[in-house]
């Protein structure tokens, strides 16, 4: 499986990007797709998740209602909605994914996905 994540970019602060995730390679009919982020000498932190069957994991004290997960079965792509954005969402993004689904307490665990994208970096300024 190949992911790649792309719609980074730079914004004002109460701004808005999209983030986007293609997956190719898929065999697996079930599947969580995750976004963490990371910033410089930090860990990677989990931002959201969604399975294949819409079930969708917030970390809410990060994202507090500003960011929506979703996916485009179709095109097998999953997307990061993030409004009303702040200078603290500046990291770089990554998109992950996993062969199965994950249950919903372990979704915000980097080692519980299979395959990484290359990152895409968000820069918010003031």
């Known amino acids: 499986v190949q992911l790649q994540a792309s719609g980074g970019g730079s914004a004002q602060a109460g701004g808005s990007l999209r983030l986007s995730c293609a997956a190719s390679?898929?065999?697996?009919?079930?599947?969580?797709t995750a976004w963490f982020y990371q910033t410089a000498g930090r860990q990677r932190d989990f931002v959201a998740a969604l399975t294949r069957g819409g079930s969708a994991t917030y970390n809410t004290g990060f994202v507090r209602g500003r960011f929506t997960i979703s996916e485009d079965s179709a095109q097998d792509t999953v997307y990061l909605e993030m409004n009303n954005l702040e200078p603290e969402d500046t990291a770089v993004y990554y998109c992950?994914?996993?062969?199965?689904?994950?249950?919903?307490?372990?979704?915000?665990?980097?080692?519980?996905?299979?395959?990484w994208g290359q990152g895409t970096q968000v820069t918010v300024s003031s």
């Open positions: 992950a994914a996993s062969n199965a689904e994950i249950y919903y307490s372990r979704r915000h665990l980097p080692g519980q996905y299979d395959y």
């Open positions: 390679g898929r065999s697996s009919s079930d599947y969580t």
